[in-house]
């Protein structure tokens, strides 16, 4: 069984200071793990993806995430937020055997 | 690619209309998801096709709903008869033999 939790439902961040998203995964084997962002009133669009190799994976628009088995995490991080990067982010685990497992989501706000 | 096409985007009805939401996949994919997003219960999975045959419909809240895939390029999820608390916006998403689910933009609909 696999399971995936995030930690905080709500993040707020100063334009131009780091973001850090926080995931934490439960999965009987070696998973796949991404995180999705959705904006308002959008669909859900792959920010990246890890499948056991690199652990640091870079994705799009500066984002990126490590992978720390030790840990079960998977946390999401940028260096510095954009105020497009207000949005609502998806942890998610999953194999292509199986079904996805999707986080509550983390939304994102970003402060002038 | 055009990506994963959803039709209508919005959709307004009454209780005990029947509702049709299309979904086209991606060229080429072989697998299909059905999810509903409601700020209640977030993102949920309704059915899942592999090679356009049912795998798991699970999160099928009831008999109400319906969903087929006649061939490889198209997809119905039908309510029949819908209610108020069936409003939600429903994504369609498709996957290769990867793990990568690609999401179409979703129907927002409303049952009044």
């Known amino acids: 069984a696999q399971s995936v939790t995030q930690l905080d439902s709500h993040v707020s961040v100063s334009e131009g200071t780091p973001v850090l998203l926080r995931c934490n995964y439960s999965s009987s084997y070696s998973p796949s793990l991404f995180w999705y962002v959705q904006h308002p009133n959008k669909g859900l669009q792959l920010l990246l993806k890890?499948?056991?190799?690199?652990?640091l994976v870079k994705g799009i628009n500066g984002f990126e995430a490590e992978f720390k088995k030790s840990e079960t995490s998977f946390h999401l991080t940028k260096p510095s937020a954009h105020m497009s990067d207000a949005a609502e982010y998806f942890c998610v685990v999953g194999k292509s055997s199986e079904k996805l497992v999707f986080g509550k989501g983390t939304k994102l706000t970003v402060n002038p | 690619d055009a990506g994963v096409i959803q039709s209508p985007r919005h959709e307004v009805t009454e209780m005990g209309q029947e509702v049709t939401l299309r979904c086209k996949p991606i060229s080429g994919h072989n697998s299909l998801f059905w999810y509903r997003q409601t700020m209640m219960r977030g993102l949920e999975l309704l059915i899942y096709f592999n090679n356009n045959v049912p795998i798991d419909d699970s999160g099928m809240p009831e008999d109400r709903f319906s969903a087929k895939m006649p061939n490889a390029s198209f997809s119905t999820l039908k309510i029949q008869p819908s209610e108020p608390r069936d409003s939600a916006v429903y994504f369609c998403?498709?996957?290769?033999?990867?793990?990568?689910?690609?999401f179409g933009p979703g129907t927002r609909l409303t049952v009044l």
């Open positions: 998403a498709s996957r290769s033999n990867t793990d990568t689910q690609y």
């Open positions: 890890y499948t056991s190799a690199a652990t």
